[in-house]
């Protein structure tokens, strides 16, 4: 059915250009890049206009002008001879992402490398920034805390999500619940924060916790603080609270992906629920579980709010993300920073490669 | 557009009046001294209509309280001082800083962060225009000393001192102890003393709490700060916090410090003096803290913390009536009555001539008049007048300061911000919630040091 | 067979019923809390809305007895107790609860009897605090108090949708492109340039904001909202690239291998056939795009320069505590106010997560 659909519409695009296309399609860049910069001059003068009006600009010049330029260097492109066009068109696709990558992250991390090379004070070459990212207590005791963030916080997360996913696919009241889990996702940090003050607070009047402890006989427990080393798993919590509705988006859509017909063929060949998650579901949303699992393990590598704002990594609650921001920010050592960031960097290195194991096998056109 | 036009019709006005004016709202005073020659053609309308941007961490309704205390300046001389508080200035300030894209001026609440940057070489020196005889007439000497640090060509005065305020106080509720009787305390021993009466009583004595989230841990540093001043001398005190090299630095592991440390948790960990107990102090939100003492029957009967606390307590709390203070009794007559306080030191990035002369009005205590009168600040300057505080409690604080045997500043606030906002915090906050010994604690807050 | 379904129908409800139950609760006493006054959030928790049965304060008070001590046995009506006992309450055993309140020295005995209790003080005070500013009352020197308005919101409103919305679709459109380049198109160094993009997943964009501030100031982008956006864009490219690249990938082969015999070139296939199908995707990736920059402060802060007339709402809310944090209770109402957003984005989006959409092209 896609395939008629798609003809029809594709035949229109795949006329030769002729001179006088050809030259509009060349003016076109100048024009668009014109209007951009007289928008951007616009929209920098901050002029007295309403700012209502101010904000359609802003979002309509953002947006169009990002589709105009995509759609003028395709373009442009086209008009090459058909041997160029498979060569450059490539990088009109993959260009615009890595020349971003290239300025934001890609030579800042370069740069951090050659931070981390050097002593903080004395500017000589040194690897001390590295043999501390291994050696403080501090550390140590982050790196140990970071390892149960992983290994707790990501598989409860994708459990979780993987559950209610599943459940939420079979049941009517799908929408309303999904919604109620992504919630949590849409507060903002500092809301999560006094959230959760609400839940975990040691004043049995304002901790909803200690509340149900000491009504049942108990003792009201500090469990942020001093319940060491507990104190993160309550800190996981909330991560797991707050994530769970990203891991549930991204399975719920891969599960929506498999075919009726194939879930319907098991059901009808006798497999019970259990085994059609197992024979079928699972297999189907491999790809997305992957996803899933490497961008929280990332997360939880680079987590840093959750820990900053409720225990500021006090009370054994270190975590690297922290570590990094005290020593850009607070201490003002950028290179023991970068060593951190650098070591970071590394250790997820075996992730990726796993990740990326069957991208060379793909096909291409 | 429009609100330049309106700022350059106020000027055009201002320069036709400017002397009635200044009179009139008080923005240039006629007191003024050994003004700069910036500030001098500043307040002849000569800088009308330009723009002086501001940043610094306080917001909400101390943001309105200071564009209050600068409007009748702003009035008379044109310029319009833009001044965007923000929340996350610690962080923020740095990365703008070095990032090239700095604000006119900073508000910096610690003048360790601060001193990052001057080391750097980012700020200005406010000594090449301002007038050195000004500066010492209007300051004392322990502000001035502080303003001095050393930068990448040598010592500059790195900023102006527009606000503190006091820490060496103990709140109390009024009611309370006049239904039991219990009388202030003026040393040491007496409030130990009563400590043990309320204890005896079947009451609690004191609530403390160190919780502040990223921060937890810096009420139990001014603590320690607070006893450090009654137990040894300011040499030492001046050493340990803002130590002029490395060989003079008098290390967290001394005697001192560990004595002092002995004689806090004397007082904290002694049983049923501290609501909650151990646990409860490392728990509690310090805004959270002195709420028990507006309970009735008081929870609690002490709360050593400076001054901004009164915006925690309940709604409607009267001061003289439901709350008073009293001055933290010296330990040993020898260190007289010292008083510890923190400030705002406002630091200079660009250096313009509307800049110069906000910076010289900001020297002055004309610039938190209104201010002082609105009540939350407390003006470092010596040409600003008691009577100009709004309420009993700050005016009381300002002179508890004048009379005080000797200043000091938040030594947290000076130490480097490994230390004074890292491990200083968190060797105190392991310290109380026992995750490791003092000695411990004391040692682990050193190693963050900075090595020269 | 109907009745296993309907069983098997109860137990997924039941179960989902109970995780979203234990996922909303910590939210749901926010939103009861912010319906409370600023002394009652701070003395009780907001589940005392609930009407609970227990002992309650009857307003009927005795005086202390005179000259009582901690140690010794204090008697009063008909039982004896110590000090610490009187003060944890004794059953008196006709009905009532007698609690010593207060010290040896000062308080007062108060009388309990069991009975139904709720405290129903409910206030929107914090949501019109929120929304149309604090007022504050200013004491001037001269003794008279004006007042004050503080900012709304809805100057940081607008700022926070102008940050968002472009900073939400551009680098989803630069990201499906480029997931569709590394997918479906061959060039050299694909595989290398690819792993650097995914490795980059895992750079702190901390370490950015400096080098990337000079080179704002030097291009004059720096306090630009399009600054914001490419600053965004940069940082959210990584994971939109490469969950981009996991969707695009796994579209079926024959459906593009028809187009290409049909002539179409791949900017066609792109546009009319790869991003049609992958709605989903982009819909998934765009919600959480959104909620991170709609929450960021940082970002905002550091490039739209510390400005009033650029503040986000985030910033916005969390000024509003004030200098020390004072008014940390407003946070209540705040929270559900910046969370409407994303959630409308949510609700908007959630309707492209369909079934089917691929239907008839998977092969089996």
């Given at each position: 059915?896609?395939k008629?659909?798609g ?5 229109a ?10 030259i ?15 928008g951007?001059?616009?929209?920098r ?7 209502m ?22 373009g442009?492109?086209e008009?090459l ?11 009109v ?5 890595l ?5 934001y ?8 490398l ?18 501390s990212?291994?050696t403080e ?12 963030w ?42 999560a ?11 049995p009047?304002?901790g909803?916790?200690?509340a ?34 990203y891991a ?7 599960i929506k ?20 998650f ?14 899933v699992?490497?961008?929280i ?9 959750i820990?900053?704002v ?19 920010f ?12 650098i ?11 796993y ?10 056109f | 557009?429009?609100?330049?036009g ?14 009635i004016m ?7 005073s ?19 209509g330009t723009v ?24 008379a ?16 300030i740095t990365p ?10 900073a ?9 990052n940057l ?10 090449t ?8 007439a ?17 010592e ?18 009024v ?5 039991a009787?219990?009388?202030?305390p ?6 130990i003393?009563l ?7 079947g009451?609690?004595p ?16 001014d603590w ?8 040894t001398?300011l ?7 803002f130590?002029?090299d490395a ?20 007082l904290w960990f002694?049983?049923?003096?501290v ?7 490392a728990?509690?939100?310090f ?5 028990p003492?507006?309970d ?6 002490m ?48 250096d ?14 004309e610039s938190?008049?209104?201010?002082l ?6 003006s ?8 100009w ?6 005016r009381?604080?300002a002179e508890?300061?004048?009379?005080a ?12 911000g ?5 491990s200083?915090w ?7 919630s026992?995750?490791?010994?003092l000695?411990?604690?004391?040692t ?9 | 067979?109907?009745?296993q ?14 995780i ?10 926010l ?7 600023r002394d ?20 009927e ?9 901690r140690d ?6 008909s ?11 004794i ?25 139904w209790?709720?405290n ?84 702190p ?8 501030l ?9 306090g ?14 990584p994971?939109a ?14 459906i593009?291998?028809?187009?290409f015999?049909?002539?179409?070139s ?44 650029n503040?986000v709402?985030?910033q916005?809310i ?6 020390r ?6 946070l ?28 008839g092209?998977?092969?089996?």
């Open positions: 059915m896609q008629t659909e003809a029809a519409v594709f035949t695009s795949s006329d030769t250009p002729t001179p006088l296309r050809a509009l399609t060349l003016l076109a860049p100048v024009v668009v890049i014109a209007i951009l910069y007289s951007f001059l616009f929209l003068e901050n002029g007295n206009a309403p700012q009006v101010k904000t359609i600009i802003a979002i309509i010049w953002g947006i169009g002008g990002a589709t105009a330029l995509f759609f003028v260097a395709n442009v492109v008009l001879p058909i041997k160029w066009v498979a060569r450059v068109q490539p990088f696709f993959v260009g615009p992402a020349m971003l990558l290239t300025w992250l890609a030579i800042p991390a370069l740069r951090t050659s931070l981390a090379l050097v002593d903080d004070q004395t500017g000589q070459f040194t690897l001390d920034n590295f043999t990212v291994f207590r501090i550390m140590i005791e982050a790196w140990t805390n970071n390892l149960l992983m290994l707790i916080g990501t598989t409860l997360t994708v459990v979780f999500g993987l559950l209610i996913a599943v459940l939420a696919d079979r049941s009517r009241f799908e929408r309303a619940a999904k919604s109620l889990i992504f919630m949590p996702m849409a507060i903002s940090m500092v809301g924060g006094v959230i959760w003050k609400f839940v975990y607070d040691v004043n009047n304002i909803l916790l200690n149900g402890v000491t009504a049942a006989g108990g003792t009201a427990q500090p469990w942020l603080t001093l319940l060491q080393p507990w104190n993160n798993l309550f800190l996981i919590l909330v991560l797991v609270w707050m994530q769970t509705g549930m988006v991204l399975l719920s859509a891969a992906g498999i075919s009726d017909e194939l879930l319907e063929a098991a059901r009808v060949d006798g497999a019970n629920e259990f085994a059609v197992f024979r079928i579901i699972l297999p189907n949303i491999s790809g997305t579980l992957l996803t699992v490497t961008t393990i990332i997360f939880t590598l680079k987590l840093f709010d820990v900053m409720m225990t500021g990594g006090q009370f054994g609650t270190e975590v690297i993300g922290v570590r990094f921001y005290r020593e850009m607070v201490n003002n050592n950028p290179g023991s920073a970068s060593a951190i960031a070591v970071l960097l590394v250790a997820v290195i075996p992730i990726m490669g990740n990326l194991r069957q991208f060379s096998r793909r096909d291409t | 557009m429009k609100k330049l309106f700022v350059l019709l106020v000027a055009a006005l201002m320069l036709s009046f400017s002397s200044a009179q009139d709202m008080a923005g240039c006629d007191t003024w001294e050994n003004m700069s020659a910036e500030l001098t053609s500043a307040c002849a309308g000569e800088l009308a002086v941007t501001m940043t610094g961490p306080f917001t909400d309704e101390d943001e309105v309280k200071f564009n209050d205390s600068i409007a009748a300046f702003e009035a001389t044109g310029i319009d001082i833009q001044y965007t508080g923000t929340k996350e200035f610690e962080v923020i703008t800083v070095q990032g090239g894209a700095p604000p006119d001026i508000d910096f609440p610690q003048p360790g962060l601060l001193r001057v080391e750097d070489g980012y700020v200005v020196d406010v000594s225009f301002l007038d050195p005889a000004h500066i010492e209007n300051y004392t000497e322990s502000w001035r000393d502080m303003a001095t640090i050393g930068g990448p060509d040598g500059i005065t790195a900023g102006v001192w527009a606000r503190f305020n006091g820490k060496s106080l103990v709140w109390y509720p009611q309370a102890f006049a239904d009787g219990y009388e202030v003026t040393t040491w021993d007496e409030m003393a400590s043990d009466q309320i204890v005896a009583d009451g609690t004191w609530c403390v709490g160190i919780e502040s989230g990223g921060a937890t841990g810096w009420p139990a540093t320690i700060e607070e006893v450090m001043l009654r137990t001398t040499e030492n005190y001046d050493n340990w916090s130590p002029a060989a003079s630095r008098l290390s967290f592991s001394s005697p001192e410090v560990m004595n002092a440390a002995t004689v806090l948790g004397n002694t049983e049923n003096y609501m909650g107990g151990r646990e409860a102090i728990s509690t939100f805004g959270d803290a002195p709420v003492m507006f009735d029957p008081a929870g609690c009967y709360h050593k913390q400076g001054n901004f606390i009164t915006s925690f307590f309940p709604e409607g709390s009267v001061a003289g009536e439901d709350y008073s203070f009293f001055y933290l009794p010296p330990i040993d007559e020898e260190y007289g009555r010292p008083f510890l306080v923190a400030g705002d030191i406002y630091a200079m990035f660009n313009r001539a509307e800049v110069r002369a906000v910076m010289d009005f900001f020297s002055r205590g938190v008049r209104a201010w009168g609105s009540g939350g600040a407390l470092p300057h010596n040409d600003a007048l008691l009577e505080y709004g309420s009993d409690v700050e009381g604080i508890l300061v004048a009379n045997t000797s200043v000091r500043f938040d030594g947290s606030d000076l130490m480097p490994a230390v004074g906002a890292g200083f968190k060797g105190m906050t392991d310290w109380v026992g995750t490791v010994d000695e411990t604690a004391l682990e807050i050193d190693a963050a040091w900075p090595t020269e | 067979m109907n009745r379904k309907r069983t098997a129908m109860i137990l997924v409800n039941g179960i989902l019923l109970f979203v139950i234990l996922w909303t609760i910590p939210t749901v006493g939103l009861i809390s912010s319906l409370r006054n009652d959030i701070r003395s009780s928790g907001w589940w005392s809305i609930i009407p609970n049965y227990g002992w309650s304060n009857t307003g008070e005795l005086p202390l007895p005179e000259g009582q001590t010794t046995p204090i008697t009063i009506g039982k004896t107790a110590t000090f610490d006992e009187w003060r944890a309450g059953d008196m055993g006709d009905g009532t609860r007698y609690v010593w309140i207060g010290t040896l020295r000062s308080g007062r005995i108060e009388i309990y009897r069991q009975q209790m709720v129903w003080n409910f206030t929107t005070d914090n949501y019109s605090q929120v929304l149309s500013g604090k007022e504050f009352e200013i004491r001037n020197g001269d003794g008279t108090i004006s007042t004050v308005q503080g900012d709304d919101m809805s100057a940081s409103f607008l700022n926070s949708l102008t940050v968002a919305i472009p900073s939400t679709i551009i680098p989803i459109m630069i990201a499906a492109f480029a997931a569709y380049g590394f997918a479906w198109m061959s060039f050299p160094g694909r595989r290398i340039l690819f792993i650097a993009i995914v490795a980059m997943l895992v750079v964009l901390q370490v950015a904001l400096v080098p990337i000079r080179d704002y100031v030097s291009l004059e982008l720096n630009t909202f399009l600054g914001v956006w490419l600053a965004h864009a940069g940082f959210g490219l994971l690239t490469y969950l981009l690249y996991n969707y695009i990938s796994t579209l079926p082969k024959e593009l291998e028809s187009a015999i049909d002539g179409a791949h900017f066609t296939i792109f546009t009319r056939l790869v991003l049609p199908l992958s709605v989903p995707a982009l819909a998934s990736f765009a919600i959480f795009q959104f909620l991170w920059v709609w929450n960021d402060y940082f970002i905002a802060l550091l490039f739209l320069g510390i400005n009033r007339n503040e709402l985030t916005r969390a000024n509003m505590v004030g200098s944090g004072a008014d940390w209770h407003l209540t109402a705040a929270a559900f106010v910046s969370m409407l957003v994303p959630l409308i984005v949510f609700f908007s989006l959630q309707r492209y997560f369909v079934r089917g959409l691929m239907a092209s998977v092969k089996g």
